[in-house]
């Protein structure tokens, strides 16, 4: 897959990626899904990030990886977003302003209404920045059926672990029926 030279990442990547190191005997996330996390990150480092300047992408980051964590790439994710997003251009972290629970910057859009409010920034971001940079997605189905709406939006998700996310969208859809 080959990754864009800006993006948006969601929590669940880097969290993903430290699966690497510290392996989760519950998970089904398989290796492939790992290692094409850890690719990401370690792509993003080199590359370009985008946040938000208000810090909501950043607080959520710090929530999920802690900076005193076991050292994974996750982990090291984290500590490279919290030494320098603030030496990063200006581009690199956008202006987003809350309404409600979610942001003027979401795109308007009825494929939208149950979209997850904490799930709502990242989105925002995207939407907000000049560029409308992608934003990877690793494990969080919930995304795959809002894919063709945020791609109406100008939106476009990577998907890094697609027959993964994919066949927990379907198993989650069977099961609403």
Known sequence: MILPDICVVDTNVPKVAN?????????????????????????????????????EI???????????????IGYRFMKWVHDYRWSWP??????????????RE?????????????DRKFVAVANAHKDKPPILQAVDSKWVGWEDS????????????????????KKKMKNRV
């Open 58 to 72: 950043f607080r959520e980051y710090l929530r999920e990886l802690p900076m005193k964590g076991q050292g994974g």
């Open 150 to 169: 945020l791609a109406k939006a100008g939106i476009h998700v990577c998907f890094l672990c697609p027959k993964y996310i994919k066949a927990k969208y």
């Open 19 to 55: 699966l690497a190191i510290a392996p989760d005997p519950d998970s089904d996330i398989g290796s492939d899904c790992i290692l094409a996390c850890v690719d990401a990150v370690e792509h993003v480092m080199k590359h370009r990030l985008v946040v938000d300047e208000g810090d």
């Open 90 to 103: 200006d581009s690199q972290r956008v202006a987003i302003h809350r309404k409600g629970n979610s942001y």
């Open 106 to 118: 979401f795109p308007k859009n009825s494929g939208f209404k149950k979209f997850d409010p904490s």
